[in-house]
């Protein structure tokens, strides 16, 4: 007896995908002789490309108060931990500065070198708790994070509690707003 409802043939991603752009290809040549198909490039990694991603922590607290020693020491641990298990990437340290304030990244002494250490080519990602241990000062913020989308390549920031990457586009406002 001849199936003629089922296929036995096994459905696959690449198989629909390249179904569904023949499709499209027929649909629009038939209107637009003049239809030019651009190939599909990959966003974010090139070709081959393997290399881990290199991660930084950067950690403060304002005051050095019993009470935020603790917060401190767990911003340091917490880092650490989400850096060294996730497998795409390599731990490149941990940037702490304690009691010191954000209003100004003058006296931030760590901040100052993980920043020179972006510019030198040895981190692609920082983490951070939130954009208030980054910093308090919009002005600086926003240009610490232009500064090091800028580079090449492009470092992001990442802030843990916002859920915010400043690789993606609409970070900036949201930065602003938060």
Request: glycine fraction near 6%.
């Given at each position: 007896?001849?199936?003629?409802?089922?296929?036995?043939?096994?459905?696959?991603?690449?198989?629909?995908?390249?179904?569904?752009r023949e499709?499209?290809?027929?649909?629009?040549?038939?209107?637009?002789?003049?239809?030019?198909?651009?190939?599909?490039?990959?966003?974010?990694?090139?070709?081959?490309?393997?290399?881990?991603?290199?991660?930084?922590?950067?950690?403060?607290?304002?005051?050095?108060?019993?009470?935020?020693?603790g917060?401190?020491?767990?911003?340091?641990?917490?880092?650490?931990?989400?850096?060294?298990?996730?497998?795409a990437?390599e731990f490149?340290?941990?940037y702490?500065?304690?009691?010191?304030?954000?209003?100004s990244?003058?006296?931030r002494?760590e901040?100052l070198?993980?920043?020179?250490?972006?510019?030198?080519?040895?981190?692609?990602?920082?983490i951070?708790k939130?954009?208030?241990r980054?910093?308090?000062?919009?002005?600086?913020?926003?240009?610490?994070?232009?500064?090091?989308?800028?580079?090449?390549p492009?470092?992001?920031?990442?802030?843990?509690?916002?859920?915010?990457?400043?690789?993606?586009?609409?970070?900036?406002?949201?930065?602003?707003?938060?």
């Amino acid at each position: 007896e001849k199936r003629t409802a089922l296929v036995s043939r096994k459905a696959t991603k690449t198989g629909i995908g390249q179904r569904n752009r023949e499709q499209i290809r027929e649909a629009y040549s038939s209107t637009n002789p003049n239809l030019v198909v651009i190939p599909v490039k990959e966003a974010d990694k090139a070709v081959g490309d393997t290399r881990k991603q290199r991660v930084c922590g950067y950690c403060r607290v304002s005051t050095e108060t019993e009470e935020q020693q603790g917060s401190f020491e767990l911003q340091i641990q917490e880092a650490e931990k989400t850096i060294k298990e996730n497998p795409a990437w390599e731990f490149a340290g941990i940037y702490a500065d304690e009691g010191i304030s954000a209003t100004s990244v003058e006296k931030r002494k760590e901040f100052l070198r993980m920043i020179e250490d972006c510019k030198a080519g040895n981190i692609d990602l920082i983490i951070t708790k939130s954009v208030s241990r980054f910093a308090r000062n919009l002005v600086d913020c926003i240009w610490y994070i232009r500064l090091l989308k800028n580079l090449d390549p492009p470092v992001g920031i990442y802030f843990e509690n916002d859920r915010l990457n400043t690789l993606d586009q609409t970070s900036e406002t949201f930065i602003a707003f938060i």
